[in-house]
């Protein structure tokens, strides 16, 4: 049976009303009052773009004999939007490089897992809510160690190195992974790659459960699950296609179930779920329309598992649905005419195989069923296209996803819709990542550690003798300074630098501290609580503790800063006092900052004030600033 649409058309005009529309829900979404979401689900459809929705929606309508599209269950979401793809090097993305957006907010090049362009591992919004207390579930229905899963825990240059790949997972902590098992275990340049694999794993503290029934025996004593289908031999494959696939094999929607199972508790902090249909895109890859459309229904499947969450947990839940981009540049409709008759498929759906092949595509002139042609719609590509894909969403702060967006909006806005602010700043991840692929800090090294103040200082350069000095002896000036760092984020990153044990340690943070409303006593204890720690894991390495400078807040630069000059020399007090109780040596630099010298130390605290004439913003110190610093530490850089 054949019917008539001018489907497109009214796509086109459905979008453009979305993009219109609905972009006010998103601006309102950030002055409302609405719940924040304590359990987010983010399904990712490989390769799903709006067409293959349709094509889907509009097969099951026309097996019925029907006139019109019957709906999957995400497609009746409440806000809808459209979001691009392109990546950081081209407008047509790889599925490594979109999944990197839609994990991290940062976009990748084609080809690279969980790395910024420069090749700098970059954190995943999966760390920063693991950081944050909540749980973390990422599942597939291909390999855990495929693109897209591997863009939420993995960093690398090569997406299909996935030994490597593999070898991450279990370092990441996160409490549930599901789905098809490891790719990188077939490596065969590795000896034992699968023990070395399933190894580490084991070592990590994941329990592997293979199949839903070894799940349900084994759920109530692990503290972290491996979900894989039953059987050794299958264990590392995909999960079976839908087409072919036998009573009793894992599916998605039976991975998400388990992960709710094992994630969700009532009083916990809550959880954040990755579950990517992968196989959609494989069958969009090869142009069979049959398998995009079972392998659609099948994730829609798996996203009612969710929904059905939802329901009982309405105001705490967030769910999204989208795509890391087209595959395959599917049309609904062929050549001439305003027909497409998709009851061809049903046979192939069933599992029944067409021997009718070799008829070639007229767009892309590659050999393709004949099925497509019989049913008159059409493929560009057998890769991937830049045509933006669909964002649907329910739930709290669902409203942020409707318009037009990118895909680094979309792990922005789950952020924001669950309330969650990292520990630390995406600078601080980055300089942190930085360090680690730096020459580890070694016994002859001097480290200066801090803040943006210590970041700022070209630390080396001031003292070229001692460099050269210690560059004899295999060591270096170290500049360890990160913006917006405070002591807690210092005693975060000790473990890159105390197993070195360094030469020296200049020692200054405190005004970041400041800013979040700490009291002096609680910034001087946390200091020296990081000094004692310096002590205790590095006695040979010899520390000066930096006072704090003062500031200038005439510049009114940093709000948070307002009405708290004094602090700062309350805090140097408390600091001095306590250095000489652990017997470190403090360096009090605060004075030769202040407008006219040491002479303001007469002054009343409020009114002791950072030179203007050495500074921009109130805070920061220009070159002239670290000249005076450089010189009144110099006697002890050596």
């Keep these: 049976m054949k019917h008539s649409f001018s489907f497109l058309k009214k796509a086109v005009c459905l979008i453009v009303a979305i993009i219109f529309v609905s972009a006010s829900f998103a601006q309102q979404k950030a002055n409302s009052n609405e719940p924040k979401a304590k359990y987010v689900f983010l399904f990712i459809g490989d390769g799903m773009g709006l067409a293959h929705v349709s094509l889907t929606e509009a097969w099951l309508s026309q097996k019925d004999g029907k006139l019109s599209f019957t709906h999957l269950g995400f497609t009746q979401f409440p806000v809808m939007g459209v979001a691009t793809t392109y990546s950081a090097s081209n407008i047509i993305t790889c599925s490594s490089a979109a999944a990197t957006a839609l994990a991290s907010g940062y976009k990748a090049n ?6 910024y362009p420069d090749s700098i591992p970059l954190t995943q919004i999966t760390y920063k809510l693991k950081e944050l207390g909540y749980k973390i579930g990422i599942m597939t229905s291909v390999t855990i160690d495929h693109a897209t899963p591997a863009c939420f825990y993995a960093h690398n240059i090569r997406r299909k190195n996935y030994f490597e790949i593999a070898m991450e997972l279990p370092e990441s902590g996160f409490d549930f992974f599901g789905g098809g098992g490891f790719e990188g275990s077939r490596n065969k340049e590795i000896k034992d790659a699968a023990d070395k694999i399933y190894g580490k794993v084991a070592d990590k503290g994941y329990t592997v459960a293979l199949g839903v029934a070894d799940y349900k025996a084994k759920k109530n004593g692990a503290g972290k699950m491996l979900l894989l289908q039953d059987g050794k031999k299958r ?4 999960l079976h296609p839908v087409i072919g696939r036998k009573d009793g094999e894992l599916t998605l929607a039976q991975v998400v179930e388990s992960a709710i199972d094992f994630l969700y508790e009532p009083d916990g902090k809550g959880f954040f779920i990755m579950a990517e249909g992968g196989q959609i895109d494989w069958e969009a890859h090869s142009n069979n329309a049959a398998g995009v459309i079972t392998e659609t ?8 598992v969710a929904y059905e969450f939802y329901k009982q947990h309405p105001d705490e839940t967030l769910i999204v649905v989208t795509a890391d981009h087209e595959t395959g540049g599917l049309g609904l409709g062929r050549e001439r005419g305003y027909t497409y008759d998709l009851t061809v498929f049903t046979d192939a759906i069933k599992g029944n195989k067409s021997d009718e092949k070799n008829v070639q595509n007229y767009m892309s002139k590659e050999v393709v069923d004949t099925l497509n042609k019989k049913a008159r719609i059409g493929w560009t590509t057998k890769s991937h296209t830049g045509i933006p894909v669909p964002v649907f969403a329910v739930g709290a702060g669902s409203r942020m996803f409707a318009g037009m967006i990118d895909n680094t909006d979309i792990p922005k806005n789950i952020m924001k819709a669950m309330d969650a602010t990292p520990i630390y700043t995406d600078h601080y991840y980055k300089r942190k990542a930085i360090f680690d692929k730096e020459r580890p800090i070694g016994p002859n090294d001097i480290v200066f550690l801090g803040n943006s103040l210590t970041e700022g200082g070209n630390w080396a350069s001031y003292y070229p003798e001692v460099e050269a000095k210690l560059a004899k002896k295999g060591g270096a000036i170290r500049n360890r300074g990160i913006v917006g760092d405070t002591f807690g984020g210092i005693d975060a990153r000790l473990d890159q630098i105390l197993p070195g044990h360094p030469k020296t340690i200049f020692f200054l943070t405190g005004a970041n501290d400041v800013s979040h409303n700490l009291t002096a006593d609680s910034i001087a204890n946390g200091i020296i609580k990081v000094v004692r720690r310096i002590k205790r894991e590095s006695p040979g390495t010899k520390i000066y503790l930096q006072s704090l400078l003062p500031i200038n807040e005439s510049f009114k630069r940093y709000r948070l800063l307002n009405g ?16 000489k109780e652990e017997k470190v040596t403090f360096i009090n630099i605060y004075p030769l900052f202040l407008t006219n010298g040491p002479a303001d130390l007469s002054l009343p605290a409020d009114q002791q004030v950072l030179n203007p004439n050495i500074t921009r913003d109130g805070l920061h110190v220009t070159k002239d600033g670290y ?8 006697k002890y850089v050596k």
């Excluded at 264990?235 to 995909?238: C, G, N, P």
């Excluded at 708290?564 to 250095?579: G, H, Q, V």
């Excluded at 000249?627 to 110099?634: D, G, V």
């Design 110 to 115: 084609n080809g690279t897992v969980g790395i």
């Design 235 to 238: 264990r590392d494959s995909a």
């Design 297 to 304: 229904i099948d994730f829609d499947k798996a996203i009612a």
């Design 564 to 579: 708290k000059t004094a602090m700062f020399s309350e805090i140097n007090a408390k600091l001095e006092k306590m250095a």
């Design 627 to 634: 000249k005076i610093w450089s010189e009144a530490i110099r």
